[in-house]
């Protein structure tokens, strides 16, 4: 199945300063996270016959042109089961249709299947293209750098639980929300995970060593300069706390944390 990938501005703050948007297949297709309306998107949807849009979740930096592109096309719009209200508020429309994990759209002599991918956003789902295909990942996982999974939005076992399914597809390839294509998804993948598993470390060996509170737990957790990304730092902290909470690992409540012995 034919993927296009478009790159669009966003003034979000995302890793690349710039959204990918994607149309799959080509008579009919898919339209995939268009961020906002550009002259470069519009000649790419002109030339194909676009009957569906989806997001791979509603953050505002994947969402800014459902409303238009739909408008455009007449194209059927969808949203994750149970989560129509959120959509409404992400795109200011309502959708057509909702699926659930495993929902397949037939699409240019393929079929494109929803696959569940929660942690980075509680409706964040990934598009599996063809049978065996590359997968649209959404904010999942990105080529260089690391995702920001803050809670309360984020919820870090899930996003690892995601991460695992994923490697264990091994798709050929991953098309993120941001930057260029994965041509190494488990590699990728892997990379992700170990540096969570780092990160978990540091924030349980910060409370192990009295820090209490976030922003002792940063101290301990962070070795670089957090200016400009502390609020990030601190959202991504807390999921780990409260992950490591859920597992037994420390007592933590919503303020402060502490071995789960002392």
Known sequence: MDVTRCSVSTSSRVPTGTTNAYLLGSDPAVLVDPAARTDDLDRLVRDRRVEHVLVTHAHPDHVGGVDAYAAETGATVWARVGRRDRFREATGREPDRVFVPGTTIPIDGGRVTILDAPGHAPDHVALEAGEGGPILCGDCAIREGSVVVGAPEGDMRAYLSTLRRLRAIDPPTLYPGHGPAIDAPR????????????????????????????????????????????????????????????????????????????
């Open 187 to 262: 590699a990728t993948l892997e990379r992700l995970l170990t540096h969570r598993a780092r990160r978990e470390r540091r924030v349980l060996d910060a409370v192990d060593d009295g820090a209490e509170t976030i922003s002792e737990i940063l101290d301990g957790a962070y070795a670089k300069d957090l200016t400009g990304v502390e609020d990030l730092a601190r959202a991504t902290v807390r999921a780990h706390l409260e992950k490591l909470a859920v597992e037994g690992r420390l007592a933590w409540d919503g303020e402060r944390a502490h071995v789960s012995n002392r």
